[in-house]
């Protein structure tokens, strides 16, 4: 691996300072779980590496009833795994963060992270999308904020231009009678990566379902939301015929790879088994709220 320079700024503004200085030359990372790896094995080239892990603003982990929650970029996903207020409000997120590696990765990284790696695989991603998280990204320019499912652009490539970094995830406060869920399928007991992963979330009026937001990993060349499945369960309750359909139509969304650890078609199946089992996960939590 060649040589790169290390900055560790502890203001925001010293941040993008340092990015705007070096331009495409340099790249923020936080707990450095994957640009590392990357690095070394070539995929990426930088010269300037930004470690944003000692700026309180990305640090923070915020819930307000009214405004939802501020997830900073840097949080690591052992904090939000042993957060309770993370389990009560937003379990399907909160068990996404804990699928990430091993306990040791889980403690160098981070939602924000994940999402800026830019994997069609992630598992955090799909959770974000079905609880209509947005980015908020800051830069010399300005800041602006862009909703989950249009972050990554394409495999290893995302909306962040030079110059910008992701600050914090902003995530509506959840509905009343509503939850999240996240399921993902592995071909063995251990840490891997999604052959498919679907998070769901599902707000409820009375014994119906007044809407409900799918996100779809693993299945196309960047995170997919799943609109006509979570569209067609709106109005009807939650059984079998209505859960199939929402796995069929979620299905029929994907463009998945054949690749070593699974077919197009065998992810196209996995896509509705999923999809139908998170709905009802997500469901069954929403009940209880």
Known sequence: MHAINYEAPSTLEQAVSILKAHGEKARPFCGGTDIIIQLRAGVRRTE???DVKKIKELRSLSFDPKKGLRLG???QCIEIHESEMMHRYYPGLTEA???????????RASVGGNLCNGSPAADTTPSLIALGAKARIVGAK???EV?????VVSPGRTVLEPGELLVELLIPPPAPHSSDAYLRFIPRNEMDIAVVGVGAAVTFDGEKIKSARIGLAAVAATPLVATKAAE???GKKLDDAS????????????????????????RRHITGVLTRRVLAIAAERAKKN
């Open 73 to 75: 970029a840097a949080v």
């Open 232 to 234: 067609s369960l709106a």
């Open 243 to 266: 859960l199939a359909e929402a796995g069929r139509l979620a299905s029929e969304c994907t463009s998945p790879i054949d690749d070593m650890r699974g077919t197009a078609e065998y």
């Open 147 to 151: 909703p989950v499912e249009s972050f």
């Open 142 to 144: 300005g800041e602006r």
């Open 48 to 50: 300037h590496l930004v």
């Open 97 to 107: 963060a804990h699928l990430i590696g091993s306990l040791q990765i889980q403690n």
